[in-house]
């Protein structure tokens, strides 16, 4: 069957790791491909990559001979721009710098037909901006691709203010021809992807500013009990803080400073000195063969006396109750606990010193849990700066008896989980109020960007969209931070009874 992309002559302008990443997908869908680069050899030096790539693809036997050989000759060398004039497409994937991008495309209005389009891979950028002073904004568009482009099968397609919706339409049906998900979103800071992903990153950051864990037992928890692939500081070593921080800074400043995306000084910190990530040798962790602490594990004995768990919130005190019952402990079941018993409350969204002056509990004995995952995987302990330290740990040690792992922090409201992830449900929510996309393609980027267990929406669905609400509202309440501050989307979505993926 012929598709689009074989009638297609596709120039582009800029071949470090993404122009080539963008090249190579589409050479192999059928497109006739024009690289160009201002850099002399640069160029040349993007073909003979790719084809390296392609014969270590046939080699693996994820591609023929026959296959290589045909992208490889789809793919043509151009000394300059005047050679793109019979372009369709022209994708842009130089330098990330406002200025230059203008001037490419101001460039390009002299020399491509009129109906060409013209498309940015811009990640942070305004695609408006972009087209501002050239003569056909309507065909400029963004069309940002993740790296390494092959295997991020996700391609944000973003509609500038002026923006046709012919050149929206034709980059949604080249990116499906080229094995990748389109998903369409209108140009705010960081489109989809990178706004979406505020919440993980930042909030962590946050959590550690305010010592209430390590670095090692935040990844652990996040990992290992949310799910998520790479802890945040993991993440932020692989990605680099040269490329990240100025990502929060970018969009944290396009969104006139709302507190929702406030980066932290502890990445600038970092940043200044040099503490990069992985690239550096040394970021959050250490990549010079020393060894990285982990998250410690209590070398207590086991609270061996009764336990009460508080009503406070009924329905996360049950399952705690039969965690313990299978764990061997004396479960009391009376109003109030005896004088003897460690104390072990539930908070959503608050701290173990509220629940104890609200309760009017011993301060000494009582520890949180937090119930909002589940407690089959690694399980989260918060005490009060008055809970006694070695009954902390016993009370540690207790919840880990049974092999699975058990983290102790500090008083936090929301623990660590709660907080991320109610961040991130929260940002997904204003995203979709704002109009950026639509609930289904937030979801779909969101998985395929950045390779979280569920979408914001979907996942804010499985936890109980009124449970987020009130983290939210106990965290702005105990905090006065209006970085949590519940999205309008999230609240009418609540109070209509009406999933937030709607």
């Known amino acids: 069957m012929s598709t689009r992309s074989e009638h297609l002559s596709l120039a582009v ?19 006739r491909v024009l690289l160009h680069d201002t850099r002399e050899g640069a160029a040349e030096e993007a073909k003979a990559a790719l084809d390296q790539q392609w014969r270590q693809l046939v080699e693996k036997g994820k591609m023929t001979v026959a296959a290589a050989d045909a992208a490889l000759a789809r793919l043509e060398v151009v000394a300059d721009t005047y050679a793109l004039t019979y372009a369709n497409v022209v ?17 390009l209005d002299d020399i491509v037909s009129a109906d060409c389009v013209l498309a940015t891979n811009t990640s942070s950028l305004s695609v408006t901006a972009i087209a501002a002073g ?34 929206l339409e034709l980059l949604t049906t080249l990116a499906r021809e080229w094995g990748h998900t389109p998903v369409r979103a209108q140009d705010t800071p960081g489109f989809i992807v990178n706004h979406a992903g505020r919440g993980y990153v930042t909030e962590a950051l946050a ?15 996040l990992r290992e009990a949310a799910g998520f692939r790479l802890g945040p500081f993991a993440l932020l070593d692989l990605t680099a803080l040269d490329v990240s921080h100025p990502v929060m800074e970018s969009i944290y400043r396009q969104y006139y400073d709302d507190p929702r995306y406030r980066p932290s000084p502890i990445a600038a910190q970092r940043l200044a000195a040099g503490l990069l990530g992985r690239k550096s040798g040394r970021g959050f ?18 609270w061996a006396g009764p336990v009460w768990v508080s009503d406070a919130h009924a329905s996360a005190a049950e399952p705690v109750r039969v965690l313990l019952q299978r764990l061997g402990a004396e479960v009391e079941t009376g109003f109030a606990p005896s004088a003897g018993a460690l104390i072990v409350v539930t908070p959503f969204g608050t701290d173990v010193s509220a629940c104890i002056a609200a309760e009017r509990l011993d301060a000494r004995r009582t520890v949180g849990i937090d119930t909002l995952l ?43 989980a709660q907080r991320v992830l109610a961040s991130i449900v929260n940002i997904g929510c204003e995203i979709v109020q704002q109009g950026a996309c639509s609930p289904a393609d937030l979801d779909r980027a969101v998985e395929l960007g950045l390779g979280y267990p569920k979408g914001p929406l979907a996942w804010g669905d499985s936890l109980g969209a009124s449970r987020i609400l009130q983290i939210l ?27 937030l993926a709607s």
């Open 374 to 416: 589940d407690l089959g995987r690694r399980r989260t302990l918060m005490c009060s700066p008055a809970t006694v330290p070695l009954i902390a740990e016993q009370a540690q040690a207790l919840f880990a008896q049974d092999g699975v792992p058990a983290s102790l922090i500090a008083d936090s409201a929301g623990f660590v």
């Open 91 to 107: 994708v842009e994937a130089i330098v990330e710098n406002l200025d230059a991008k203008r001037a490419l495309f101001r460039e």
């Open 473 to 499: 509202l106990n965290l702005q309440q105990r905090t006065g931070d209006m970085r949590y501050r519940p999205s309008l989307w999230l609240r009418r979505r609540v109070e209509c009874g009406l999933p």
């Open 134 to 167: 050239t003569k056909f904004p309507g065909r400029v568009a963004g069309f940002h691709f993740f790296n390494p482009v092959p295997l991020m099968k996700v391609v944000e397609v973003v509609a500038g203010a002026l923006t046709d919706n012919a050149p």
């Open 207 to 221: 959590i550690l500013r305010e010592c209430v864990a390590e670095v090692p037992v935040i990844d652990a928890i």
């Open 13 to 31: 302008v800029g071949t470090g790791a993404m122009g080539r990443g963008i090249a190579q997908i589409a050479a192999q869908a059928g497109c």
């Open 285 to 302: 962790y250490r990549y010079d063969g020393s060894p990285n602490p982990e998250a410690p594990v209590s070398t207590a004995a086991p």
